[in-house]
């Protein structure tokens, strides 16, 4: 390997560092921050948790982000497993983008550049301080069009 690459690759992993720390940072200062959409959320949770299914359906709050806190929150605090849950999406937001990334770019500058571009992109950190299931659907529909350029691609 020779020293450009081992540069660029160093460059990256920096940058991938830095966007875990800058998630880290506002996962932590907004830890006890809760916004209406989050107490919709953690309401829906504990009525999935008690048993009161009917009660817990909604036509305004997704039920995505309610099932995965009753999960993480059986073995957490509800308000660690949200966050969690939070965090995490928008750890793997970058991550689903680099398939398509990868898919659809030749050239590897460019594609670190756009890998980059992704990582710090305001609302992906800005969704992280709410409690919002926006980076957990951008993963999924991420994800499905990668399914859509790869199983939709003409064989080489």
């Not at 460059?11 to 506002?26: D, M, N, R």
């Not at 509800?78 to 659809?104: H, M, N």
């Amino acid at each position: 390997m020779d020293l450009q690459k081992e540069l660029a690759s160093i460059w990256i992993y920096s940058l991938v560092v830095l966007f875990v720390l800058a998630i880290a940072v506002v996962v932590w200062s907004c830890f006890y921050s809760i916004n209406p959409e989050g107490l919709q959320y953690i309401g829906i949770a504990r009525l999935l948790k008690s048993g009161a299914w009917s009660e817990a359906v909604s036509g305004t709050w997704g039920p995505l982000l309610s099932w995965l806190t009753v999960v993480f929150g059986a073995a957490l605090p509800e308000l660690f497993a949200i966050r969690l849950i939070v965090a995490l999406g928008s750890l793997l937001t970058p991550f689903a983008a680099w398939f398509i990334i990868k898919a659809v770019i030749s050239s590897p500058f460019l594609r670190h550049a756009a890998l980059v571009t992704v990582m710090f992109m305001p609302i992906i950190v800005n969704s992280t301080a709410l409690i919002t299931p926006d980076t957990l659907l951008s993963i999924l529909v991420l994800l499905g069009f990668y399914c859509g350029i790869k199983f939709t691609a003409a064989p080489n």
